[in-house]
């Protein structure tokens, strides 16, 4: 048999895992039904409901490359390379962007884009 992993544990609801099933216990069986209705209507991949016996709710892991983990940095979140924030009283709309190295004596220097430009006229 395959471990048990507490995934997230309260007084209202408990979710567990056994290998590739996670099963929902809710003392509200309300809030389930909600949660069955949103994962039909959802237009994207959810997972796979495979039974359910109030309280219980069994669904499958959705298969894939998990997006991070609780207490870990998300893989989905990283940044190639420090993040630049421009300067303090600069320019911080969607139409700017890093000057030209050594603008301003610096390489972090930032220019406003004009609406021409920066819609590509």
Do not use: E, I, M, S
């Given at each position: 048999m395959d471990e048990v992993q507490v995934v997230v544990a309260h007084s209202e609801r408990a979710t567990l895992r056994v290998g590739?099933?996670?099963l929902k216990v809710d003392?509200?069986?309300a809030r389930i039904d909600v949660e069955v209705e949103a994962m039909a209507l959802a237009p994207v991949p959810t997972p796979k409901i495979l039974w359910r016996k109030p309280p219980?709710?069994?669904i499958a892991a959705v298969p894939g490359k998990a997006l991070g983990r609780l207490g870990e940095p998300s893989a989905a979140s990283r940044r190639r390379g420090p993040r630049r924030v421009p300067p303090s009283g600069s320019c911080t709309t969607r139409r700017c962007r890093?000057?030209?190295a050594g603008a301003a004596g610096d390489s972090t220097s930032w220019r406003r884009i004009s609406t021409a430009s920066a819609s590509g006229s």
């Open positions: 590739d099933v996670f003392a509200d069986q219980v709710l069994a890093p000057g030209p």
